[in-house]
């Protein structure tokens, strides 16, 4: 069961320490471990202090390396990177929606990974680190020179549908910012419902670091699930 050859000790016909790919191994997941945690560390959550989405990226990142590097073998590289694209990029969760700034993120995390991945002994070291570069270079100069201000929005149910008439446009704005607390920016009208009396509103603010903002429903209640943004 158990065989010793030259130099590999073998386990069922299998390397069980070192084979030959292991080094590669740990060298391209050093790599791609540093520029995930650059994006989602460093970059991200530095930025918009949200855990849940910094465990998640840090695990896809990994998961994503990992998998594509053990079937690189398979000859089913492009489908497997296009499916990999496909699957994770319609996630949508049910209870909490992603945004694009966060899909964003998700995107070039998983792309990342590939491209570690599947790039061992088929490119050079220079060009690999060049394009982790690139899109980390980029994504830094974006943060830190187009978008100082971290503008998010939630999407409020509102029952005064009075105020959303343009020459109550202040009065709407004041009386928002003075239910939820926050330094509200601007205001888009979505879909209304003279029915019920109600109105559902995109609510842009400027996110506190740590800052999480549930969906809310402006009548005394707090929203249940997520409105569709019809």
């Known amino acids: 069961m158990i065989t010793l050859l030259s130099h590999n000790l073998l386990l069922f016909d299998m390397p069980l320490l070192i084979s030959r790919a292991f080094p590669y191994l740990l060298f391209y997941f050093v790599i791609n471990f540093v520029s995930v945690f650059t994006l989602s560390k460093l970059l991200y959550y530095n930025r918009c202090k949200k855990k849940d989405y910094l465990f998640t990226y840090i695990s896809i990142g990994n998961t994503i390396f990992l998998l594509c590097f ?3 073998n398979v000859e089913m590289k492009l489908g497997l990177a296009l499916g990999l694209f496909a699957i994770f990029g ?23 990974s ?22 980390i270079g980029g994504v830094w100069i974006k ?3 187009l978008y100082r201000i971290n503008e ?8 005064l549908v009075q105020n959303i008439k343009p ?8 009386d928002i910012r003075n239910r939820l607390g926050l330094d509200i920016s601007r205001i888009e009208v979505g879909k209304v419902s003279f029915l019920k009396d109600s109105v559902t509103l995109r609510v842009y603010f400027e996110e506190k ?7 809310y429903v402006l009548n005394g209640n707090d929203a249940s699930g997520d409105e569709d943004e019809d």
């Open 70 to 72: 053990v079937l690189d």
């Open 209 to 215: 670091s740590g800052g999480i903002v549930s969906n």
């Open 167 to 174: 020459e109550n446009h202040t009065l709407l704005i004041d």
């Open 114 to 135: 590939v491209v570690n991945a599947l790039a061992n002994h088929k490119i050079g070291l220079a060009e690999l680190i060049f394009s982790n570069l690139v899109i």
């Open 90 to 112: 319609i996630i949508r969760y049910r209870t909490s929606q992603i945004g694009i700034k966060e899909m964003t993120y998700l995107f070039m995390i998983i792309g990342l």
């Open 152 to 159: 998010t929005y939630k999407l409020v149910q509102y029952d």
């Open 143 to 145: 943060e830190r020179y």
